[in-house]
């Protein structure tokens, strides 16, 4: 199955609330959704509950963002803690709206080593799994996206590592954070097919992904930073050969715009996979 959606209320909505975005992206004709906690996680469990409930009617996939200040790689007790919190609550949120998965950006390097940073994630990860399953929340994945900055805990190798070791974590590829953190590395159907083949290992039934565009500043030798996310139109990375292959592997997926136009491109993507010949149900 392949779902498409936005990240957040589309911009068509013209009523701002996550019920309304849902319905929206039903209304449009997609079929997922992504519930943005980015800055804070203003919903409480009953309305998680009625979010799933309206979802489960329009049969939409919902998706969970974890607020964006999230540091598991500080040597501050304070904040780590802190950092648990949001992705904890989100979390439940998640569970009570009966979504599969919460995506959080894991951390920055700081002054660590990246073998100290990547002990620092999987010791919170594996903390967090241990307080789900205290609150008996099994069916909620924790997605560690792939990160677009240098300076940032998140590469391929580095998620696809923490999934391996840590049970109930999930890669989220984010592809235009891949884009950038190689300055441009990703520009064919080969180059695709090569990130798949490194997750092939992990036997995922259900693949979580970010599509759209992004700007980037090289900095090094095949080494670049996500500036800013442009439409898909960009092709910063060029993302029907992704659809390709996508489609030749016969991936179960979910695909999220976080383009500047939201919905507009999710629906260019849905163009994309029909031209190559893929049928969405009605």
């Given at each position: 199955m392949i779902y498409l959606g936005s990240a957040g209320v589309p911009i068509a909505s013209e009523e701002r609330s996550?019920?309304?975005?849902?319905?929206?992206?039903?209304?449009?004709?997609?079929?997922?959704?992504?519930?943005?906690?980015?800055?804070?996680?203003?919903?409480?469990?009953?309305?998680?509950?009625?979010?799933?409930?309206?979802?489960?009617?329009?049969?939409?996939?919902?998706s969970v963002h974890c607020p964006y200040f999230v540091n598991l790689?500080?040597?501050?007790?304070?904040?780590?803690?802190?950092?648990?919190?949001?992705?904890?609550?989100?979390?439940?949120?998640?569970?009570?709206?009966?979504?599969?998965?919460?995506?959080?950006?894991?951390g920055y390097y700081g002054s660590l080593t990246q073998e100290q940073a990547y002990d620092a994630v999987k010791q919170s990860c594996e903390d967090m799994i241990g307080r789900m399953k205290s609150k008996k929340i099994e069916k909620?994945?924790?997605?560690?996206?792939?990160?677009?900055k240098q300076s940032t805990f998140g590469t391929l190798e580095e998620i696809i590592r923490i999934t391996k070791e840590v049970k109930g974590c999930v890669p989220v590829i984010d592809w235009s954070h891949l884009y950038c953190r190689s300055a441009g590395g990703i520009k064919s159907q080969e180059d695709y097919a090569k990130v798949f083949d490194k997750l092939e290992p992990l036997k995922l039934k259900h693949l979580h992904c970010h599509a759209t565009s992004a700007e980037c500043t090289v900095v090094g030798e095949g080494k670049g930073n996500e500036k800013r996310h442009l439409t898909i139109d960009a092709k910063k990375p060029d993302l029907e050969p992704l659809v390709k292959e996508i489609l030749r592997r016969k991936i179960d997926i979910t695909l999220i715009s976080e383009s500047p136009t939201l919905e507009q491109d999710a629906l260019v993507l849905k163009k994309m996979f029909e031209k190559n010949g893929y049928k969405f149900k009605n």
């Open positions: 996550t019920i309304a975005g849902i319905k929206c992206v039903a209304e449009l004709g997609l079929n997922a959704f992504e519930c943005e906690f980015v800055r804070r996680v203003g919903m409480n469990n009953d309305m998680a509950k009625e979010v799933g409930k309206i979802a489960a009617e329009l049969d939409v996939h919902l790689c500080s040597q501050e007790e304070e904040k780590l803690e802190a950092s648990k919190k949001r992705i904890l609550d989100s979390v439940e949120r998640a569970h009570f709206m009966q979504a599969d998965v919460a995506v959080f950006h894991p909620v994945l924790l997605g560690l996206e792939t990160m677009g």
